[in-house]
């Protein structure tokens, strides 16, 4: 590959909401999995939302829900592509500024970390899709608004894919569905109904699957690709992701994450290298922000636990040698086979930690809660926020990109983010349709090597980075075709049950050894408006 590849975001706002309208939803209903991320405008009082009680956590994110509200929205559709190979997807994903029309607070520290991320606050009160929160006012449910996109994404029946989800779900059920339920049960249970192909949280997938050290959004992401490049470099099963190309009179539209090549300055040796944030790699989020002097690159942290860990291994192995050579024997083939990697990467069971910040557990916790859930640790607070071959994708689209994901991801600074998007007129529509393809007939490789790089970040604050509720969808997305292409090399029994019956309806929780299960039980009823509600979302199918 000649340049670096790019990871497009189709930018959707009021001036070209109608004109996406009809891919956005065929994008909907042919996918194969939908993730999900949202950008909120502020979280409330943290203290309450790492509460041991997890149904004061819930009304915790409910009042936040309630006062707040989300300023953009991040939708990834991945559609599996099977005659290709079981493992490649083409993916589309769409960033969908929105602007509230009731009253709601925004907290100065969120505004901040959005700004210094490239968020365009000119753009949201300028183009901004408009938007009202809790229960419908009227028949709503045939206007073209991010509400009734709510409702297709409900009746596409497609797994639901967030990271740390649970205050993405709180968030998305207030602002676009119905006016939340008091008690975390009823709202289990009306989720159940709402998502019948099952919800899965990325956080739990990447803590209790895969066992990373960290499990904050871009950690995990950028661990998944590395993997599946080691995977590919081998000629052994790899993920594979494909996306649109899309013609020159959309560029306007269109938010390009470029990925690059190892960068000179990460990949040098030697003691002029600049330490790595204890904070930022624990957490995926640090106080101090753009003006940390030390380095916040994710691939900087990666390497660094990857040593530890082989470190941690060759002790381990010498100590089993001293104490018992049979034991070292067993301990070395169950390694190697990769069926126990994990308890050897964290040497116990359960969910591994990192050993790097040293404050008492009860500040830690408050400490890893970014301004306005971005980023966002609850442990990293991050609220980042199935195939119907039924639908064809059409064809308007002559070409599409393919990235084996082996590199990462850069993002364009906050200027270059807005630069084209501020320009778009009102006359340029876009043709119903763009967006979706059905044969590739052109591919772009993403930069190859088990080390790909992302480029340091530490720039002035108007330089963004990679949140973004579009390409944070897109993240979220990745890293579970990655693990569901782990779990299914392992499990010969692909019967009609649950996706991913590890994950399914599991809620990762901070503090807490267990998810927060998405389940209706017996004790438990549906909310009055939700029972109202999804009368009309399956009667308007």
């Known amino acids: 590959m000649a340049g670096p590849a790019r990871v497009p975001v189709v930018d959707v706002q009021s001036d070209n909401l109608a004109d996406l309208w009809p891919s956005m939803v065929l994008a909907l209903r042919s996918a194969t999995f939908v993730a999900v991320d949202t950008e909120l405008s502020g979280l409330g009082a943290r203290k309450s939302l790492l509460s041991p009680c997890i149904e004061e956590r819930y009304k915790a994110v ?27 997807y083409l993916c589309q994903i769409y960033n969908l500024t929105l602007l509230c029309t009731e009253d709601y607070v925004v907290e100065p520290q969120s505004v901040q970390f959005l700004v210094q991320h490239g968020f365009d606050f000119n753009k949201q009160y300028s183009q901004g899709i408009p938007y009202h929160k809790g229960n419908d006012k009227g028949n709503e449910s045939q206007s073209l608004s991010v509400r009734t996109l709510f409702l297709e994404l409900m009746r596409a029946k497609k797994p639901l894919i967030l990271h740390n989800g649970l205050i993405d779900l709180v968030f998305l059920y207030q602002c676009f569905y119905a006016h939340l339920p008091e008690s975390l049960s009823t709202f289990t249970a009306d989720l159940s109904e709402m998502f019948p192909a099952g919800i899965y949280d990325t956080k739990y997938a990447s803590e209790f699957e895969t066992r990373f050290v960290a499990s904050y959004l871009e950690y995990a992401y950028k661990k998944c690709k590395r993997e599946n490049c080691k995977l590919r470099d081998s000629s052994g099963q790899h993920l594979t992701v494909e996306f649109c190309s899309y013609p020159a009179n959309m560029s306007r539209y269109i938010d390009y994450r470029y990925c690059s090549l190892e960068e000179d300055g990460h990949s040098a040796a030697g003691g002029s290298k600049v330490p790595v944030c204890e904070k930022f790699s624990a957490y995926g989020w640090c106080p101090k922000g753009v003006k940390c002097p030390e380095s916040h690159n994710i691939d900087l942290i990666i390497d660094e636990d990857d040593k530890l860990w082989e470190k941690r291994k060759k002790r381990k192995h010498r100590w089993k040698h001293r104490k018992n050579p049979k034991v070292l024997t067993t301990a070395f083939q169950q390694e190697s086979s990769g069926d126990n990697m994990e308890q050897a990467q964290n040497g116990e069971e359960g969910p591994p930690r990192k050993q790097c910040c040293y404050e008492p557990a009860a500040a830690t916790e408050l400490a890893e809660i970014p301004p306005n859930g971005e980023g966002r640790p609850l442990e990293d607070m991050e609220t980042e926020v199935s195939s119907d071959t039924s639908t064809q994708w059409e064809e308007n689209l002559g070409s599409t990109q393919r990235t084996d994901q082996g590199a990462a991801a850069q993002s364009p600074s906050a200027k270059g ?22 044969h590739p007939a052109t591919r772009e490789t993403e930069a190859a090597g088990a080390a790909g790089k992302e480029k340091e970040t530490h720039g002035p604050p108007s330089q963004g980075g990679t949140h973004r509720a579009g390409f944070d969808a897109f993240m979220t997305g990745y890293i579970m075709a990655y693990v569901w292409m782990l779990k299914q090399g392992k499990n010969t029994d692909a019967g009609a049950g649950p996706w991913l019956p590890d994950c399914h309806n599991k809620l990762y929780l901070s503090g807490k050894s267990v998810p927060l299960q998405i389940v209706k039980s017996l004790f438990s009823k549906s909310s009055k408006a939700h029972s109202e509600k999804i009368k009309l979302v399956w009667d308007s199918a």
Do not use: I, W
Not at 64 to 88: H, I, Y
């Open 62 to 88: 409910c009042s936040a829900a309630r006062t707040r509200s989300v300023l953009s929205l991040g939708v990834a559709c991945f559609k599996q592509l099977p005659e290709k190979s079981e493992n490649t």
């Open 417 to 438: 983010n807005a630069s084209d998007n501020d320009q778009v007129e009102k006359k340029s529509k876009v043709p119903a349709g763009l967006g979706s393809a059905s």
